[in-house]
Each structure stands twice: as C-alpha cells, then as structure tokens.
C-alpha cells in the first residue's frame, strides 16, 4: 500500500492570492480544520509546500 499524508487546513484563506486559494480548494479543502488523506505523491507534496503556512502536513497511517 503507498504511503499516505494528512492534509489540514489551519489558516483561512482572506488575504491569500486567488492562486493559492485555487490551490487549497484542488486538495479538497473548504473550512478550517479539515482534514484530507491523500497519497504522498511529489504533486500532492507540491501543492501542500506552495501553501505551507495556511496547511499542516503529517504522515497518516
């Protein structure tokens, strides 16, 4: 089974660009505090690094 990682959206989105907002909402994530499970991908990596300080990124089990 691949590795996975848990997504979770910490900050809001308000003074963030329209880019990074699409971003956020391309790894499925809508309010505070929601979590997603993906697969740990260098894509869903990328994403998570270009809105690392509105995201926190763990290993899921």
């Keep these: 089974m691949a590795k996975q990682i848990k997504i979770t959206l910490t900050k809001g989105l308000v003074h963030t660009t329209a880019r990074q907002k699409e971003n ?3 790894l499925g994530l ?3 505090g929601q979590s ?3 697969e740990d991908t260098p894509v ?3 994403m998570a690094n270009k809105v690392r300080h509105l995201v926190t ?3 899921a089990d």
């Design 57 to 59: 990124v763990e290993e």
């Design 36 to 38: 997603v499970i993906r």
């Design 44 to 46: 869903y990596r990328g």
């Design 30 to 32: 809508h309010k505070i």
């Design 24 to 26: 956020v909402k391309s």
